[in-house]
């Protein structure tokens, strides 16, 4: 992420943030070795998002980030959201991301929370209802 956007536009939570209490930080692991790993944090009673997704470099490709996003999307129904947003970047390294995403039926939709539409941003969103 910092390799391509200005860090001012560098979104990931940062590890002390991962303990807020609207924040719950999951991962995949496959015999025993961590594959994935991702958040949800509550926008609100009805809305989520997915925050700091990201597979680990052996395993990109091989169906752990996809597991990460179907598990997020499971728990995020489970809590009663009725929508689910993410941002990621628009820069080309983060197509394949935009790929998996649109592969779990994410579209592009407005900024949403503290985030502003810009060359770096991408927001995505879905209903789950």
């Known amino acids: 992420m910092?390799?391509?956007?200005p860090a001012c536009k560098v979104?990931?939570?940062p590890a002390a943030r991962l303990a807020d209490a609207h924040v719950t930080f999951f991962t995949v692991r496959v015999d025993g070795e961590l594959a994935a790993?991702?958040?949800?944090?509550?926008?609100?009673?009805?809305?989520?998002?997915?925050k700091s997704m990201r597979a680990a470099d052996a395993w990109r490709g091989k169906g752990a980030g996809k597991?990460?996003?179907?598990?997020?999307?499971?728990e995020a129904r489970?809590?009663?959201?009725?929508?689910?947003?993410?941002?990621?970047?628009?820069h080309p390294v983060f197509e394949p991301a935009q790929r998996l995403y649109a592969g779990h039926g994410f579209c592009e939709c407005p900024p949403f929370g503290d985030y502003v539409s810009?060359?770096?941003?991408?927001c995505l969103g879905r209903d789950l209802a």
């Not at 790993?37 to 997915?50: F, H």
């Not at 597991?67 to 499971?74: C, K, N, T």
């Not at 810009?118 to 991408?122: E, Q, V």
Request: charged share 30%; hydrophobic share 45%.
């Open 11 to 13: 979104h990931a939570l």
């Open 37 to 50: 790993i991702g958040a949800l944090r509550e926008i609100d009673a009805k809305r989520g998002e997915i």
């Open 2 to 5: 910092h390799r391509c956007s």
């Open 118 to 122: 810009d060359d770096f941003s991408l």
């Open 78 to 90: 489970a809590r009663g959201y009725r929508w689910i947003g993410l941002e990621t970047g628009r």
């Open 67 to 74: 597991a990460m996003v179907g598990y997020l999307l499971a």
